[in-house]
């Protein structure tokens, strides 16, 4: 019955009939309750409206934290991994007057630009999400695991992954349609030609959000990404 269904195929049928002896669901039950994550899909109430409209929103979310009707406000921020001098004073600057002026941050909990976000948001006393492409018991970076911890107070921490999934290729691009989704916006502060960036900005323009680019010094590669982002009417 399940090969009849357009889209399924004999592989995931034998996936979904055979699921009981891959995936130990109470194994998985105890660590969503020893992190304290709570669930929410598609069905409840409280999954953010926003992210209800893309093309694939996740059918499930595990959340350490809260995520509250205010946090619909929302603005993305993203950029390099490997930033400048330049661009982390941007992600601050911008980031904490807009948490300020009442924005929840939304970001994907990276090195660099995303860091400096979420930080900024907190320093201002603000809310601030953070989109992870790996499951919430495995951090990564696992230096920002007290930060994680930190967000979770002040927002949430928010993965469509089970709570051990250590992040791959695939796992980062699936995050950021989210960090996409979420937001009523996105902000490219710092980014090179190839960057994961510019990847969420075209999912942003997917999706319909307004997307914001900070222009850098004209001699340097870092902000190349951003530049071309407003050559093509950010």
Known sequence: ELVAVPGIGEEMADQLTDW???????????????????????????????????????FLLYIKGRILPADRAAIGVVGSRRTTHYGKEQAKKLSFQLAKAGFCI?????????????????????????????????????????????ISEHGAVISEFPVLYVPDKQSFPLRNRIVAGISRGLLVVEAPVRSGSLITANQALEQGRTVFAVPGPIDRPTSEGCHRLIQQGA
């Open 106 to 150: 939304v970001s994907g909990l990276a090195r660099g630009i995303d860091t400096a976000a979420h930080e900024a948001a907190l320093a201002a006393e603000g809310r601030t999400l953070a989109v992870l492409g790996s499951g919430i018991g495995n951090v990564y970076p696992p230096e920002n695991q007290a930060l994680a911890d930190r």
């Open 20 to 58: 009981e002896n891959r995936i130990d669901l109470a194994e998985e039950q105890r660590r969503i309750s020893d992190h304290g994550i709570s669930l929410l899909t598609l069905e409840d109430e409280d999954y953010p409206p926003a992210l209800r409209t893309i093309y694939d929103p996740p």
